[in-house]
């Protein structure tokens, strides 16, 4: 059994003029992370590796999950196919994990997360929201055949406020 735990980067801002991988969160992007990682955090689900896309909205992201989650950076990476908004990049990613890893947890951005949760779950989400949490399950015990696989958990900013 395989899972993956999508979760799209904070609310970000546009008010400086900044490179699109340079945007920060804006303050909101920070509560509705912290929102959202600690109802997650109730789960008590066993992550095997984190992974981050480099834009710095969803590092942020990532940090403010992970130390919510007291997880041991220790297993995670930054990984540059992950700076991707069609869901291609994320997906070549996941699929050549190594099989040890059952659950994974991925931080970065949509169209690329709406896409996948789509793709992969079996519950239409018209939108995964900034600091949105999608979890899906797959009965395939080896990530280069992932399918289709079960919603388990859909947890967004607005459902906890």
Known sequence: MKRVILVRHGKSSWKYDVADRDRPLQERGINDAHLVSKKFGNEKLKIDFAF?????????????????LKYNLK???VDE?????????????????DDNISTVMVFGHNYAFTNLANTWGDR???????????QIR???G???SISKGKTEQVIFPRHLK
């Not at 834009?55 to 999950?65: D, G, K, Q, S, W």
């Not at 989400?125 to 999608?134: A, D, F, K, Y």
């Open 75 to 77: 297993h995670f990476r």
């Open 124 to 134: 239409y989400i018209e939108n995964v929201t900034t600091s949105g949490l999608v």
């Open 81 to 97: 196919n992950l700076y991707d908004f069609s869901g291609s990049g994320v997906q070549s990613h996941i699929q050549s994990l």
């Open 138 to 140: 797959f009965d395939e």
């Open 52 to 68: 981050s896309s480099p834009a710095n909205r969803a590092l942020h992201t990532a940090m403010i999950f992970l130390r919510n």
């Open 142 to 144: 080896n990530w280069k």
